[in-house]
């Protein structure tokens, strides 16, 4: 099935330097989408991207999906420590009812 | 409008023991998929109901079940339960397709002992 290799596992960021979290996966994906989970909390749906070379900005959240469909990243300009927290990027295998989540990054911001 | 409730929070049991786990997903929401949540594998996806049916299902062993309700309600159960099955159970509905994105609930955070 699908599989995703999501990198960093872990960054350490100072408050207002850029994060960025990579997914990669060895196959064409249909589209993906991205959660961010918060200590203690639990996923919560940021984006779906689906065109291939697609931008999509959130504030200071920048999704992008590779022109071969094969890779996306999540990057935040200049962290708060309100973006502490684990970011999925999840994708589906074999139809859209199987949703299959990355290892996940998860972000430490230190004021 | 009211979230997804998954009911208990927080539940222990025994080795051995059974457990069962509930989840309302949002209102006119008819797809409801339960994930395993732990430090070592991150979130694994366990199944997925749609109308009552189960539509597909992730590599966990038999002892994890579950089913829908006409009403979208979702229960899964774990039989037997053992230490490695410790973990953070989530559910997650969605309209039909996941493709709009999921909602998760808060989760029942099962610890066996």
């Known amino acids: 099935g699908q599989q995703v290799m999501q990198i960093p596992q872990y960054q350490h960021v100072q408050e207002g330097e850029d994060f960025t979290t990579y997914c990669n996966s060895s196959t064409t994906l249909s589209n993906i989408q991205w959660y961010k989970q918060r200590p203690g909390g639990h996923p919560v749906f940021l984006i779906q991207?689906?065109?291939?070379?697609e931008v999509k900005k959130q504030k200071r959240l920048t999704f992008q999906f590779g022109e071969a469909k094969k890779n996306s990243s999540l990057h935040i300009t200049a962290t708060q420590t309100t973006d502490v927290g684990t970011y999925f990027c999840a994708v589906f295998s074999g139809g859209y009812n199987k949703l299959i989540f990355g290892a996940g990054t998860r972000l430490a911001v230190h004021p | 409008k009211a979230g997804v409730t998954q009911t208990p929070r927080y539940l222990i049991k025994t080795r051995g023991q059974q457990v069962t786990l509930s989840c309302s997903p949002i209102s006119g929401h008819r797809s409801v998929s339960w994930y395993q949540q732990t430090p070592g594998q991150g979130l694994q996806f366990l199944f997925e109901?749609?109308?009552?049916?189960?539509?597909n299902k992730g590599n966990f062993p038999g002892r994890f079940s579950g089913r829908q309700f006409s009403n979208s309600r979702s229960e899964m159960n774990v039989s037997t339960l053992e230490l490695g099955d410790s973990a953070l159970y989530l559910c997650a509905s969605s309209l039909g397709r996941g493709d709009g994105g999921y909602t998760f609930g808060s989760g029942t955070r099962l610890t066996v002992v």
């Open positions: 991207l689906v065109k291939s070379g």
């Open positions: 109901y749609f109308s009552e049916t189960q539509r």
